[in-house]
């Protein structure tokens, strides 16, 4: 489980994060939902120890970070990071490098998955490809859990269609993912639980199957009743 | 491992070529000079160390050779030549090395060696300086830090002295002590007139207060087309206690032509001893100067003993008086060239009773061809030749002429 | 130890393009100067030899008037030195780009290599020591040159005309080389040590910047600056050897002068890490 207790965060003398808390738990897909800027990608990065927290503690199984935490977590952030001149082959081959989690095997399905040629260069990719390269990386990690910071957003939509076929293969079966969207809509079907940021804090925070049932609201009803206030 | 070749040959290239460049650097040594005795016991060498250059390379290197072998200054890391060397003009002073050892704290910053005095009980430490020129009252200001090595106390006094007129470039010139009197000679340019003064300042030992102010009858002053320049010579250990100071003066004939240009000609020199007891200047007969103003000449005071070492290129003389009695102390000493072996003489000083000289086996000595530079050390009391040495290459024979005929020593560094 | 090793190669890797690129220009233009002025010369000679005119007038440092290597290098100094400052120019430019350049341009490199399950020192350790790897492969290439270019030498100058040097000679007739190539190991180590302190001043300057962003530039220049203070406090309070009056003794100031540098060097790692570790955002 992914725990997040009382994260702040500051931003230029403004509160970004203002006390958020929640919790993503294994095998199920959670999603934070927020408005732009409202601060969904740095609770991302503050989990995996790429910005700082003014205050708060992050917990992954119950343990603080530490090195061995980035086996057990793969983040995607919202664009490519690997530099322009490296061939997705050297790419792959950086992963394998670095990562005890790294899962060769599953790496060549995906990149076959995704219809990707390992001679090309990173540089040249179009938006759509290099969301699925980026993808590859995040997910032939053998790791317990996947963050993924916008994986829809900006992306045509074949390769959007292609992505979301990817959560439903035993791909993403038994890891925890928390992922950060501002557009719901279409992926809602996907979610397990969703957590809803406004002004720094958490507004609401749910199991998405229990809401639909038991209020007959979706995600998105909620939503409107939350955080347009 | 095939894919880190970049890295591999970047490490390789760096310890291959930096490592061979610093190994070969070691082995591309600059030939090593050594003195050697050919006559009389090698000790007597110690301490002695000639320089100049080694003309074999595009830029000549600055040597130093002694009994132990030779220095290449370029060869030296920054720190040997910076730090460890720093000073040395001032380490050359056995007292002064003496004080540093066993008084580091109190010698800091302190580096005048004719400031101190140093006997069994104390050591004292005087430094002048003055108020600017133009102010309407002039003072001196007297800083003294006294050590009682006895009881290990230590003093400061500061004393300000009014003066009458104003002075500029005050130096400590002698330190005596005669009982509780702390006697303290001083030389600067007075503000009025171009001259010199020389002044005593009588302090007491106890609380630093000035008990008396004496000007030295001196009474040389610059007038219309001569010029007197003078030098004092102190003790050869100038920390030891002495009851004289020698000085030396020089009188010179200026001429300035229409180009603003100004040459001087030497005219005569005179040598006075001053005498602390009776605070008179002693003239110093000719008869014992024997003044040639086309030979080197230098005085060494020890105690009551005043030496006087005479030398031109083909001969060596020296002398010793008493200046209590003013009779001679010992018999004075003549060397040729030849009689020690050489063709021409380079340079010479005195260290206590001895006389250390260096030969050349040519008549030019700053030219290279067939030099072999010799020392010799002469016991001025009694005469005898002590020492004969020579510098030789400290190494292989069949390369040693090659090496000496670049070598060009013409400088003896004094250790006193 | 394994990851800082691959972190390294990666570092030099991805760098080997311009190094060899600045080796080339290296070799072209001294080859090429070195070409240029000996072919004119042995020209201009050969014509005096025909004119009956003597050729072998010495100067003060070459008294034979021959040409030798030595005295080829002398004459060429502006634009043997010239690849030379070219290279130092990049290399002092990427001491700041080796940073910089995970964070510019669409793919921040910079989030891969805080995501690696290794210990984030080895990060700064990495890019330190390629930085130093480039600075003594240069330098290495540089004598390596040397050789090569005595041959040239000796190929276009005929054998009569010339004489052999000695190799200090070679690099002392440039005004570049000798500081760069110190006569003495001791003062390698030390000019080189010296110079690499400051580069991890600038790393951790550069951290700061990137951890405090707009005020971490504040935090930065103040940092170099307490940095320099430091080293310099003693010299201009006027405190150094060559002050007759100082306190305190050569060796004592030497040695002082000594713990400040370690310490500006222990300080800036010390910080370097912890920034890198929990104060560094992308």
Known sequence: MIEVVNMHKRYRLRNVLNGVSFTAEKGQVTCLIGVNGAGKSTVLKAIMGLTPMSKGTVRIDGRARERETYEKVAFIPDHLTMPSYMKLSEGLRFMADFYQSWNQARAGELMKFFRLDTSERVGNLSKGTAAKYNLVIGLAQDTDYVLMDEPFSGIDLFSRESIAEVFSTDLIDGRGVLLTTHEVGEIEHLLDKAVLLSHGTVAKEFQCEQVRSEEGKSVVDVMREVLWV | MKRYYSSVILVLLIIVSIGTYYFYRSTDRLPEFKLVAVKGDQKEADGIELSGNYGARMRSEIVNVTTEGSEYSSRQSMYEQEIKNARSWFYQHSDMRKLVKEHRDFMRGKTDPDSFYMDKEWIIYAAVSQSPANIEKPETEIRVQVLNVKTGREDQFATIISEQTPYHNAQVVDVQRYDNELQILTSAMSGTEFSTKFRKYVLDLSNGHLIRNEELPYKFIDREGVRYSHNVISHEVSSAPGNYVLLAVREEKVTVDRNQSYSSQPIADHFFAYSYKTGKLIEIPESWTAASLNSHQQYNLNGNRLSVLTYGSANISVSGYDLDTLQEAYKRTSYTAAQLGAVSIGSAYMSGNRVIILLHQNDKPMMAVNDKPMIAVIDATKGALLYQGEVVVDGPASEAEEHMKHLRLYNLTPRI | ?282
């Open chain 3, 1 to 282: 130890m394994n990851r800082y090793l691959k972190l390294l190669h990666m570092e030099i890797h991805r760098f080997r393009y311009i190094l060899a690129g600045l080796m080339a220009i290296t070799a072209a233009v001294q080859i090429g100067v070195i070409i240029r002025t000996l072919v004119r010369e042995v020209a201009k000679r050969k014509e005096d030899i025909l004119n009956h005119q003597s050729i072998d007038v010495g100067s003060a440092l070459f008294p034979s008037g021959k040409l030798s290597f030595a005295s080829t290098m002398f004459g060429i100094q502006f634009w043997f030195a010239l690849p030379i400052l070219l290279s130092i120019a990049v290399l002092g430019l990427y001491i700041f780009l080796i940073w910089y350049r995970d964070w510019f341009g669409r793919h921040t490199f910079v989030y891969r290599l805080l995501l690696l399950p290794t210990a984030r020192r080895n990060i700064y350790l990495a890019k330190a020591t390629a930085i130093l790897a480039f600075i003594l492969g240069m330098l290495a290439f540089q004598l390596l040159l040397l050789p090569v270019e005595n041959v040239i030498f000796n190929l276009i100058v005929p054998a009569e005309m010339r004489e052999a040097s000695y190799f200090a000679d070679v690099i002392a007739a440039n005004q570049a080389l000798p500081f760069l190539l110190p006569q003495n190991f001791d003062q390698f180590v030390f000019s080189y040590g010296l110079g690499f302190s400051a580069v991890l001043a600038v790393f951790t300057a550069i951290l700061l910047e990137r951890s405090y962003r707009r005020l971490g530039i504040l935090y930065a220049i103040l940092y170099l600056i307490a940095c320099a203070a430091a080293v310099i406090i003693l010299p201009v309070s006027n405190q150094t050897y060559f002050n007759p009056s100082a306190y305190l003794y050569p060796e004592e100031f030497f040695m002082i002068e000594m713990v400040i540098f370690a310490l500006v060097v222990a300080s800036s790692v010390w910080l370097g890490f912890r920034l890198l570790a929990k104060k560094i955002t992308v």
